[in-house]
């Protein structure tokens, strides 16, 4: 016998404990010549039954406690800022795992994890933008490094515009101005801002799909034998 799952709607055998295309729990049905005393039908407790709800306390301080690490070792800042995307994914892995440690919970499905890797990202993300942002602000007026830094942002400019000539649009109206426009106070802090955002939301994706996958690899491995 065959019946189709109440979410995604694929074939599912019904001796099935889970849907294989989405990981959603199936109820078990059977009658009474097939579910005597020595073979009762399956029942879910309320853990499994509410798989794909998140109790938003224990998450926010199971997502707290790895943003910060990681937050900052994704920044500008750390010497291991390259590395975001592994530190992001991580982190919204590890805040599923503990997150189902404290519920006491066996698994979660995978749009739960990844709520979980969303506000995990949300968190890390923001402070490695606060942290890349204040690094530069000292450097610039508690180092006074501004000379460096102004030298080698005309330097990328420079580039930028020997690459686009290469191209055949240096020589265009919009590029010398958009040239001029990069080369002023606004038009780096701009592009600087631009880019720390950009690079946050970025990770906030990784951070979604690792508490994703943090989900599914916990589901895989406590799922119950049938």
């Not at 805040?95 to 995990?120: D, F, K, P, Q």
Request: aromatic share 10%.
């Amino acid at each position: 016998m065959e019946v189709t799952c109440t979410r995604c709607h694929q074939t599912v055998l019904a001796e099935n404990c889970y849907c294989p295309a989405c990981g959603l729990p199936q109820l078990l049905y059977a009658d009474d010549g097939a579910a005597g005393q020595n073979n009762p039908p399956e029942r879910w407790d309320e853990a499994v039954r509410d798989a794909s709800s998140v109790d938003w306390k224990p998450a926010l301080r199971a997502a707290l406690l790895v943003a910060i690490p990681a937050g900052v070792l994704s920044s500008d800042a750390s010497p291991t800022g390259r590395m975001g995307i592994f530190w992001m994914t991580a982190a919204a892995a590890c805040a599923v795992v503990l997150y189902l440690r404290s519920e006491g919970s066996a698994w979660i499905t995978l749009g739960a994890g990844a709520r979980i890797g969303l506000v995990t990202g949300l968190l890390a993300g923001w402070l490695s933008f606060g942290v890349s942002s204040l690094m530069l602000f000292v450097q610039r007026f508690v180092f006074h490094q501004s000379s460096q830094i102004d030298a080698g942002w005309k330097a990328y400019v420079e580039a930028s515009q020997q690459l686009a000539a290469q191209m055949g649009f240096a020589d265009s109206a919009q590029m010398q101005f958009q040239r001029s426009w990069m080369l002023t106070p606004e038009g780096h802090a701009g592009f600087e801002t631009f880019g720390l955002i950009f690079n946050t939301g970025f990770l906030l994706g990784f951070a979604v799909i690792g508490g994703a996958l943090g989900a599914r690899m916990l589901a895989r491995a406590r799922r119950p034998q049938v």
